[in-house]
């Protein structure tokens, strides 16, 4: 049974890094792919990094393309999302999820809501 564990949201000033980690519990049975979400304050749901471990490949959201990096330690099963050069429009709570559901006519940084695996969240701020 896959069960995804975020940890390392914080508070960060503006310009700072900040480091995400999400141990992927049930490893084996992601299928296809895993990345990260967040929700800022009074917006839906985005998707920001995805991570193809077979080809190991990566897409982002054109928001943080440059600054955010997404990796996946197989040998610890741990997925990270390295996030630099951090602005206040980053804050929000970043979700780890695996094998989402896209829907129909959307790309793969796009999910139905409760479809797939998915982590409780984690709280980033950047404030000064």
């Known amino acids: 049974q896959v069960h995804l564990v975020e940890s390392g949201g914080d508070s960060v000033q503006p310009g700072g890094s900040l480091t995400l980690s999400c141990q992927l519990g049930g490893y084996s049975e992601i299928q296809h792919y895993m990345g990260w979400f967040r929700q800022r304050a009074g917006q839906e749901r985005e998707g920001v990094a995805v991570?193809?471990?077979?080809?190991?490949?990566?897409e982002y959201s054109p928001s943080v393309e440059g600054r955010f990096t997404v990796s996946l330690d197989k040998a610890s099963h741990i997925l990270y999302l390295q996030m630099n050069s951090l602005k206040s429009a980053d804050s929000g709570v970043y979700t780890c999820?695996?094998?989402?559901?896209?829907?129909?006519?959307?790309?793969?940084?796009?999910?139905?809501?409760?479809?797939?695996?998915w982590g409780q969240g984690t709280q980033v701020t950047v404030s000064s």
């Open positions: 991570f193809w471990p077979k080809a190991d490949d990566t």
């Open positions: 999820a695996a094998d989402w559901v896209i829907p129909y006519g959307k790309g793969i940084l796009s999910a139905l809501p409760d479809r797939g695996h």
